[in-house]
């Protein structure tokens, strides 16, 4: 089960851009829980009003957990280029949410239509590569396309392609998220 301390280092970490005093001590929380030290990747998502805000995340684990979370939760706030910077005045309008990805398997399937079946609706994030094309949904994204074509659709426009890009066989791969979501003023700062 997801850990609500993952919101708080996401929150710490956004306003530590805003105030010194919401720095803290990693070594000490990495002590208290182990499982931030382990190598993890992880999506910070804001929402504003129930809109996208900013979502920064890691697809592959590559560094500690912990450092993945704060990274990203910086990065989404400040560092998302669809968006400018957080202020302040928004952060009580906020959402946040992170999410903590498997790792991602290759997904065998012969063409489109075998595509469409393999893929589990509100289950499975998505990764299309197909030479310089790359594009992730997570699992999230079923609520606002809820069939397996619209996703893939969506996807491959996110890519940088068109949904033609799947008769050229891209290699898919799918992943499972554990995520935790909320207000952003009920969250509790470290």
């Not at 030290?37 to 999506?43: E, N, W």
């Not at 805000?53 to 697809?59: A, E, F, K, L, W």
């Not at 302040?88 to 595509?115: A, C, G, I």
Request: glycine content about 6%; hydrophobic content about 40%.
């Amino acid at each position: 089960m997801i850990d609500s301390i993952l919101l708080r280092i996401a929150k710490s970490a956004i306003l530590s851009r805003f105030d010194d005093k919401y720095k803290f001590d990693e070594d000490s929380l990495t002590n208290k829980y182990p499982f931030l030290a382990k190598d993890g990747a992880a999506f910070v998502t804001l929402k504003y009003d129930s809109n996208l805000r900013g979502c920064i995340g890691s697809i592959i684990a590559h560094t500690r957990l912990l450092d993945d979370v704060m990274h990203n939760a910086i990065s989404a706030g400040f560092g998302d280029p669809r968006f400018k910077p957080l202020s302040p005045e928004e952060l009580s309008h906020l959402n946040l949410e992170v999410s903590v990805l498997s790792e991602p398997e290759v997904l065998e399937y012969e063409n489109y239509k075998d595509l469409v079946k393999k893929i589990r609706p509100n289950i499975d994030g998505l990764i299309l590569k197909h030479g310089r094309y790359q594009g992730t949904f997570l699992p999230q994204v079923w609520e606002q396309l809820p069939s397996a074509e619209l996703f893939l659709e969506h996807l491959s426009m996110k890519a940088g392609a068109n949904p033609s890009i799947y008769q050229e066989h891209p290699t898919i791969y799918r992943y499972g998220v554990e995520h935790i979501e909320e207000k952003f003023d009920k969250v509790q700062a470290l």
